[in-house]
């Protein structure tokens, strides 16, 4: 689990994820990163949930 959490730490915060979008206009790029970060908040979220219900299961 903490290898897995590693390396997506990595590539979320990798200078290689820096982008210049052309194609968007900027306030729908600022948008598209709004709801990019959102879904990763909310997974994060979801993750952190499962797995204290996890551990609490086990422990009855």
Same mark, same amino acid.
């Given at each position: 689990? #903490?290898?897995? *959490?590693t390396l997506i730490c990595l590539i @979320?915060?990798?200078? !290689?994820m820096a982008h210049e979008d052309h194609a968007l206009g900027e306030s @729908?790029? *600022? !948008?598209?990163h709004? @709801? *990019?970060w959102?879904?990763?908040a909310l997974v994060a979220y979801k993750g952190f949930a499962w797995f #204290? !219900? +996890?551990n609490s299961s086990? #422990? +009855?």
């Open positions: 689990m #903490k290898y897995l *959490f @979320v915060t990798s200078s !290689a @729908v790029h *600022f !948008a598209y709004i @709801v *990019f959102s879904l990763c #204290k !219900a +996890r086990k #422990k +009855r």
